[in-house]
């Protein structure tokens, strides 16, 4: 993964890259900067390097989610998502916390397909709004029925925001079995942005050697259940976030720790900002 430190430099390199890059599909639209699309009308894309659309996603405070393909070899950032949505309301635990609602946002597997055939490298990028974001949207819609205790609750940060969900892994695992079968020595890989960092899930060495045998699918089976145990296992005090970016680095990478093994399809690493 590329230190979040290094892609100002690379930003700067990349630049002056050369044209940009104009997909024969998805069809799109040039932007001047990336943004949540929730109306899907058409696609939207920014020729940009990898730290100024970073810089773009971070400025967006927004209740929504939205998928991006980063380009690296041509600096350039095409949105992707589609049925952006915030699905129920302030909802509570099964520890009896109160949660905010769960946002999703799809892709077409034809438009990342079409991507992978024209680029050897592929980075996915996404969004986790935060717990304040999804709770102060509901709120606007919903504003009845919750005390400010349970709407603190709901409103609070968790070190969540950092990892990735089960089907953001299984988006990995399907792109990725497309994107080797084509270029077996590419790099693809799939990125979170959440208020603590960047944090990168992408295959193992085991994982994509995996993919050439018949027991991959019952691997991916075996690697999501171990991963969901795992999370399910956690509770309030390993998500809670600390007073400062340093301690919440170094509490996210405990939970890297427990979440990533030796074994595994996967493997997913963090870089926190700056």
Known sequence: MVPIAALAALALAGAAAGAEFIPKAPATVKAASLRINTENEVKYRVHKCEAEGIADIRNLVSPFEEFWAFLPGFCTWIELGILEEIRGSIRRGRDGKC?????????????????IAASSELVLYHPHPTNAAITGHVLKFRPGGFSPACIAEASTETLEAALPGIPDLGSLFRFAAIFYRRHGSGHFAERILSVYGVSEYAMTGLGRDAMQSGQFASRVRRDMRRYLQIRASLGEADYKAGPSPQLNAKRIGALLEKLNHEQGLFRISFMPFE
């Not at 949660?99 to 991507?115: C, W």
């Open 99 to 115: 949660r905010p609602p769960s946002t999703i946002s799809g892709i077409k597997t034809k438009d990342v397909a079409a991507l």
